[in-house]
């Protein structure tokens, strides 16, 4: 399938009838010529606007006349200082995006190092004919657009462009069957044939199997696991409520004392339900408006957690200690808590500790929240407890709609049992996941 990723050019004389216009005109035909559409703009204009488009470009070739550095002192440092901005505002959003200078030989030699190794190469007007430079610009165009593309989407764009005959859902087939109606043609013209043709089911061997986690849908979870730097990724397609009872269910049985935040989600609640596990309420505070604060520290004492369990009429009598915590992060007012004091204080309390982040996905990402969510970069481990984080992938970050994931953080002692959690995935996987999600998260 081709996307439309056009080349970029950026040259005050592009619409210019002097030698530097027709040079630009000319490798813009030639990249045209290839196939690839080409904007060509005479100015920069607000920079971090313009440098915003890099999401929707292949390359950037920038255009600089060897009049403009050779001149003033004054005028060679406002065009360089230019030139500077744009670079840093563009590889600010995109490190990847190739940038190409396209100037005369000894314009190069005006360029600061600092410019020049942000640059994928220096293009020699009139050096080497449009359709040669052309092909080179395209060669590192396409490979900067092949990277991007995580491995189930490719295999998804693949299958769907490939013409295949799918049967896989016969009440519709590959969306033909919306084609015989009027209703049907406007369901077909308003999702499109795209939506329609990857809507397959689990039995395409090249699109890998979300139920065991193989091949496409597998190297996109482990693609995943690297971005948000847990050891173990899972994607959900039915929301984060599933996500949360497939937790407890690897980790909880009935009888098993489990440790929640008393503001937590209905899922928790009916995860409890299901497991037949015994509560231990964690209690916030609450202001005299209803609004709900934090869980005050002294209730993450194991001292205090054992006290109450101890005047629990049905768990004082259990055996063994807490199977679980689970920890709102965040809640609906946005309160956040230290994870890493918690994995200190609980660590070796709890064999399981569980964050729902469903409205936290995007914290991995910013300096703001480092130490307040579940899994990251640099993150201690707890010394036997495993750590998991629900997230909703469509809620803060760009997924559909049920888009969801299960983080896992191994202890120092301890490894994820993946044969055992995943069974308690299966049980709340659905056989027909809809792909488009995956896709998606």
């Not at 007007?125 to 092909?135: H, I, K, Q, Y």
């Not at 301890?414 to 959690?421: A, G, M, S, T």
Request: a negative charge.
């Amino acid at each position: 399938m081709r996307f439309r990723f056009p080349v970029v050019i950026i040259d005050e004389d592009f619409r210019s009838e002097n030698a530097s216009g027709l040079g630009i005109r000319a490798l813009a035909d030639a990249i045209e010529k290839e196939g690839i559409e080409v904007l060509g703009v005479t100015n920069y204009g607000d920079l971090t606007s313009f440098a915003q488009q890099q999401a929707r470009a292949s390359a950037f070739v920038l255009s600089i006349d060897d009049e403009e550095l050779a001149g003033s002192a004054e005028d060679a440092q406002a065009a360089l200082q230019k030139l500077r901005g744009f670079v840093e505002e563009v590889r600010f959003r995109n490190a990847e995006i190739p940038i190409f200078l396209h100037g005369e030989t000894r314009t190069a030699r005006h360029i600061p190092n600092d410019i020049l190794r942000e640059l994928n190469g220096f293009i020699h007007m009139l050096e080497d004919t449009p359709e040669f430079l052309a092909r080179y610009i395209l060669r590192e165009a396409r490979t900067y657009l092949d990277s991007l593309v995580p491995p189930f989407f490719r295999a998804l764009t693949h299958y769907a462009a490939d013409g295949s005959y799918s049967w896989h859902c016969p009440g519709h087939s590959g969306g033909v069957a919306f084609l015989k109606s009027p209703i049907g043609q406007m369901f077909h013209q308003f999702f499109g044939e795209n939506l329609l043709r990857a809507d397959v089911c689990n039995a395409v061997d090249e699109l890998g199997q979300l139920l065991d986690h193989t091949g496409p849908v597998a190297a996109s979870e482990r693609n995943a696991a690297r971005i948000f730097n847990c050891d173990h990724l899972f994607f959900v397609t039915n929301g984060t409520s599933s996500s949360n009872k497939m937790v407890w269910h690897a980790n909880v049985a009935s009888g098993d004392i489990v440790v929640v935040d008393r503001n937590c989600h209905k899922s928790i609640l009916h995860a409890i339900i299901m497991c037949g596990a015994i509560p231990i309420f964690l209690t916030p505070t609450r202001n005299h408006y209803g609004i709900i604060g934090p869980i005050p520290m002294d209730e993450f004492r194991p001292e205090n957690i054992a006290r109450k369990i101890a005047a629990h009429p049905f768990a004082k009598h259990a055996k063994g200690g807490p199977r679980i915590l689970t920890i709102t992060q965040s809640t609906y007012d946005g309160i956040l808590y230290n994870v890493d004091m918690i994995k200190e204080l609980l660590g070796d309390t709890v064999d399981t500790l569980h964050f729902d982040e469903a409205w936290l996905p995007h914290a991995t990402f910013h300096d703001f929240y480092r130490g307040m969510h579940a899994i990251g970069k640099d993150r201690p481990r707890a010394e036997n407890a495993l750590v998991f984080a629900t997230q909703s992938t469509h809620k803060l970050l760009a997924g559909l709609s049920q888009a969801s994931q299960i983080l896992v953080q191994d202890a120092q002692n301890r490894k994820l049992d993946f044969h055992r959690f995943n069974e308690a995935y299966l049980m709340h996987m659905s056989t027909s996941p809809q792909y488009a999600i995956i896709a998606s998260c």
